[in-house]
């Protein structure tokens, strides 16, 4: 070992990065602002300079359940009349006619389904509730501050009931 070298260049290179991460912490601290992830701030472009506080989570209101009744009421109006114009057109053959037809049979029958769900949610004691199928799915969302055991069970017994799809493929979705 040689006399009078305190420390190698290796050493040194690590008290520096040590140092360098000390002070870039120390800095974050000392100037961060007090801000919690998932909030941010409006600044209006205005003089009046005001600000006002946001959530990244979106406020849930009362109207979710028919603001998605709605949409899903204007979409299939959209499908059906696009369904409607495709069996008036003279290009169709029959087969093609007869699967337009079965496919808007289907979209009628999914609707009654997803309507007499809702409706049976409703008489167990969920006053909101909006169920979704699909082609081997269903999904519902209901409001409740936390389903217990028993309610899941009776969601899930009218899902099967009514659409008769596999209970692994029914999604309960609780919204307070």
Do not use: C, H
Request: glycine content about 4%; charged content about 30%.
């Amino acid at each position: 070992m040689k006399k009078g070298k305190v420390l190698t260049k290796g050493q040194l290179a690590l008290v520096l990065m040590v140092a360098a991460l000390g002070a870039a912490v120390w800095m974050n601290m000392r100037f961060s602002s007090n801000k919690y992830l998932g909030e941010a701030t409006y600044v209006d472009k205005t003089e009046n300079k005001s600000a006002v506080q946001t959530s990244a989570k979106p406020e849930q209101t009362d109207d979710y359940f028919e603001t998605v009744k709605k949409e899903r009421q204007s979409s299939r109006k959209k499908i059906e009349d696009e369904l409607a114009e495709t069996l008036k057109s003279e290009r169709l053959t029959e087969e093609d006619k007869k699967t337009v037809a079965e496919k808007s049979s289907m979209l009628a029958d999914r609707a009654e389904k997803e309507n007499n769900i809702e409706s049976l949610l409703k008489a167990k004691g969920f006053p909101k509730a909006v169920a979704f199928i699909g082609d081997d799915t269903v999904n519902i969302v209901v409001q409740s501050d936390g389903l217990t055991a028993s309610q899941t069970l009776q969601i899930q017994d009218i899902a099967v009931d009514q659409t008769s799809v596999n209970l692994a493929k029914i999604k309960i979705v609780s919204v307070k």
